[in-house]
């Protein structure tokens, strides 16, 4: 029987930098890399044999909203769906006794991923949004109580604010938000004057989906903590992009969805310190989260199993495997300062536009948002489409960071590993194009 996941095909980064070297945008030379810190080396390919979804000529700048797959991935997919499908932990037959080694060996691949310390600390969700909404109804059903507070942000996705509201209505806590600083960022000086002992759980992003802000994790992690309180991360943004170690973080509570770490939609991981999971409720109920079932009651199954109600999406995780290993093939440092690059590149390219307003930090990470005046983002969107360009235009989930910034939506480019300097001047191209079209 074949493996679930084979090993990923190494892709090339096209380095913003090469032109400036003087190489042919899109380009890769056969140089080494350093390790990325995982004992995994790096090699760089020719990316086009790695995305078939990205024909020549068309400028893929969505990746924010989600990654398109590498081969590694969704050949994995396809062998998880065909010559190995059988479902997992139910099964007393060979095959079925191998997918659940399968699922459990990418549990324990996707754990040491982000530095849990145990795999039964990995829980299989369908994305972040399950994952916070799974610890907002099971931790905080269990311990919020009138007079307690929750801290957000002004930048979080709605998935980082609405379940906190629905459990906030239902135990009578209440809801702060951390402002942000001038170019963006949790301001983290104002959230330390802002915590109190009431504060229970503050829930921030690792990296903000619009402004591509990075924060600094461990001092929230110490601020949260110096009050009591706990901390979850939404790693959406984080997890493609850069090394995260949540036992070095000190975060309590951790999610990630994996379509955009280059695998499947449907399938994310939660992660929570192993003696948070034991104290925890279960959120669904079903087949395999539990012990023994009666009429007269029921008992639960331990963590990870307690919150895997019913059949778990099997070749989504192993799909997750696979891009896991990829992105490790690659190496998370060298997609890190390839993505910084292309952005530092984009920013001053749009910077020369007139009327184009900037949103963010100029280190961000993978994201450039920006608007045009007199023009909706969806405009501009609708018209870069034409031009083989494809961004993301709108709120993006994060409505109040839209009215703190003073807009209805904004136009926003992201990054991945088969992006180039041509994709940069794609944008420009037709944003220029724009101009001309509204005047």
């Excluded at 080694?101 to 849990?116: K, Q």
């Excluded at 495997?321 to 910084?340: C, F, K």
Aim: glycine letters at 10%; one cysteine or more; aromatic letters at 6%.
């Amino acid at each position: 029987m074949n493996s679930p996941a084979t090993a990923p095909h190494p892709t090339s980064l096209r380095s913003a930098t090469d032109a400036a070297a003087g190489r042919s945008p899109g380009r890769t030379q056969e140089r080494p890399h350093p390790p990325n810190g995982r004992g995994i080396s790096t090699r760089p390919l020719d990316h086009a044999a790695d995305f078939p979804a990205i024909p020549e000529g068309w400028s893929y700048l969505d990746t924010a909203a989600t990654a398109q797959k590498p081969i590694a991935v969704i050949e994995s997919i396809a062998r998880g769906y065909s010559e190995n499908y059988a479902t997992v932990h139910r099964g007393v037959y060979q095959r079925s006794s191998e997918m659940t080694l399968a699922f459990e060996a990418a549990r324990r691949r996707v754990a040491g991923f982000i530095g849990a310390p145990s795999p039964d600390e990995i829980i299989f969700v369908r994305g972040a949004t399950e994952g916070i909404n799974l610890v907002a109804q099971s931790w905080g059903g269990a311990n919020l109580k009138p007079g307690d507070r929750i801290m957000l942000s002004v930048l979080e996705h709605h998935s980082n604010i609405v379940p906190w509201q629905l459990v906030a209505e239902r135990t009578g806590a209440e809801i702060d938000v951390a402002p942000l600083t001038g170019d963006g960022r949790i301001d983290l000086d104002a959230m330390a004057a802002m915590l109190t002992g009431r504060h229970r759980i503050v829930a921030l992003a690792h990296v903000s989906n619009v402004l591509g802000s990075v924060l600094d994790a461990e001092r929230a992690a110490e601020l949260a903590h110096s009050v009591g309180a706990l901390l979850l991360l939404d790693g959406c943004q984080a997890v493609p992009r850069m090394p995260v170690d949540v036992a070095a973080l000190g975060c309590d509570f951790y999610v990630f969805s994996g379509h955009k770490l280059y695998g499947p939609t449907g399938i994310g991981v939660f992660w929570a310190r192993q003696e948070l999971l034991e104290a925890m409720p279960p959120w669904q109920g079903g087949g395999a989260m539990i012990d023994r079932v009666s009429f007269e009651g029921t008992t639960y199954a331990p963590p990870p199993a307690r919150f895997e109600a019913g059949t778990p999406h099997v070749v989504g995780v192993l799909g997750l495997q696979a891009a896991v290993e990829y992105v490790e093939s690659i190496g998370l440092d060298a997609i890190g300062a390839h993505e910084a690059a292309l952005v530092r590149e984009a920013r001053d390219a749009l910077s020369t536009i007139n009327s184009l307003r900037l949103f963010g930090p100029e280190d961000s990470a993978g994201i450039v948002s920006f608007a045009l005046e007199g023009v909706h983002p969806h405009d501009i969107g609708t018209i870069l489409d034409e031009s083989q360009v494809a961004i993301r235009a709108g709120h993006h989930c994060a409505q109040p960071l839209m009215a703190h910034l003073g807009v209805e939506a904004t136009a926003r480019a992201s990054f991945g590993v088969y992006n180039g300097r041509g994709d940069i001047e794609a944008l420009v191209r037709g944003l220029d194009r724009v101009k001309r079209i509204f005047g």
